[in-house]
């Protein structure tokens, strides 16, 4: 993908990656985006400020508008887990700038803030949910929330969520979400249809 115009992305994420001035694509959204929207798998490194969060968040939103309307307590359709609030944040602003013109609602779970509030916006028909891996995990304990219908996941920045010791909670997280055990006829097809970043 040299351009915006051999992306793939809908018509309507095209207008919103103008409003948003993305004049030209950066080399991670380059590599990663058309993998993304092949529905594979992408580990991407790139650095701070490089357009990462842009390319995890295009394939994401193609993929949930392509889906039925959520029901009431059914979602979210796609989870993203970084490693600290600050972040969370930062994920949650920019996913919100492109969700919003394709009415996609966006929910962040973070620590300081009230549980119980932050797990009744879940319910309220949430497709993306951008949370701590403790605070989502906390929220499927008590069961504000539920990802029977969650097939995709974002890791945003893996390694330093291991560095910090929150391996047990993001495998805790991945336990609560659909899984496949079907093997692939060949290697172009998927063995299911979590995506990792």
């Not at 993304?36 to 193609?62: C, H, M, N, W």
């Not at 995990?137 to 560095?163: G, S, T």
């Amino acid at each position: 993908m040299r351009n915006w115009a051999e992306s793939k992305l809908t018509i309507e994420l095209l207008k919103v990656v103008e409003r948003a001035g993305y004049n030209n694509p950066s080399p991670i959204q380059m590599a990663a985006i058309l993998l993304g929207l092949q529905q594979r798998d992408v580990i991407g490194v790139a650095e701070t400020g490089s357009g990462k969060t842009a390319s995890f968040v295009l394939p994401l939103l193609t993929y949930i508008t392509k889906l039925p309307p959520l029901n009431e307590e059914n979602g979210p359709y796609a989870v993203v887990m970084p490693p600290t609030r600050e972040l969370a944040q930062q994920i949650e602003n920019e996913t919100v700038k492109f969700a919003h013109y394709l009415c996609i609602k966006v929910v962040s779970i973070v620590c300081g803030q009230s549980i119980e509030e932050q797990g009744s916006k879940i319910r309220q028909d949430c497709e993306v949910v951008i949370a701590i891996p403790g605070g989502l995990l906390d929220c499927l304990k008590r069961c504000y929330c539920v990802l029977n219908q969650c097939n995709y996941v974002v890791l945003n920045e893996a390694d330093r969520m291991i560095d910090m010791g929150l391996e047990p909670q993001v495998a805790g997280v991945l336990d609560a979400m659909p899984s496949s055990n079907m093997k692939p006829e060949n290697r172009e097809e998927e063995l299911d249809e979590k995506k990792l970043y």
